[in-house]
């Protein structure tokens, strides 16, 4: 009979093995593991962790946020196409407000990847889809215009910097308005 008792929980020990060390982890727990993982440099292994905390999606987790944290660890690895996809992902199902940002780093990973037209097009949606994003708007304007530079479009480039500068009051603008100056010279010559 003493027996019995021992076999069958090695049965099943054998069959289903032995539970898993993170099975135990909560959610939070999971989600720190990864940002540490993340913090420390270690983004192949962030973006498994980040992406096992999809699926099953948990009420406690903004995909939004998760989305952005793997994007983030493609970029980081240089990975950009791979940052892209992740990066639209995260669009889908971001708040509004966090959008402008996540659209910059689509069309930055673009201009990165040497995708001038598709850099200035990626760009060119946050004054257009997210006009009252502040800096944003600047930002991509100024990076336009670098894209447009590459490509040999050098007034396209002057307007860009000339929208990037803004009223020219800080140093970002006054930079911006030098640039559309400088492309406008060459472009002269």
């Keep these: 009979m003493k027996r019995k008792r021992f076999i069958v929980p090695l049965l099943l020990l054998a ?11 909560s959610i939070s727990q999971k989600y720190a593991k990864a940002n540490r993982l993340f913090a420390q440099g270690h983004y192949p292994e962030a973006v498994r962790s980040y992406q096992s905390l999809l699926s099953p999606p948990s009420r406690d987790l903004d995909p939004g946020v998760l989305h952005t944290r793997i994007a983030d660890s493609y970029f980081h690895l240089a990975d950009y196409n791979h940052a892209i996809e992740a990066y639209r992902r995260a669009l889908n ?3 509004t407000s966090e959008q402008a940002q996540t659209q910059y780093w689509i069309g930055f990973c673009d201009f990165l990847l040497g995708r001038d037209a598709e850099a200035v097009t990626e760009f060119m949606k946050i004054p257009q889809s997210y006009p009252a994003s502040g800096m944003w708007v600047g930002t991509a304007y100024y990076w336009a ?3 447009s530079e590459r490509m040999g479009r050098k007034e396209q480039a002057a307007a860009f910097y000339r929208k990037a500068g803004g009223s020219g009051k800080t140093t970002q603008e006054r930079f911006a308005m030098k640039k559309a100056e400088g492309v406008k010279n060459l472009s002269t010559k």
């Design 145 to 147: 215009g670098r894209a």
């Design 15 to 25: 069959l289903f093995g032995l539970p898993h060390p993170s099975s135990g982890q």
């Design 93 to 95: 199902v971001q708040k």
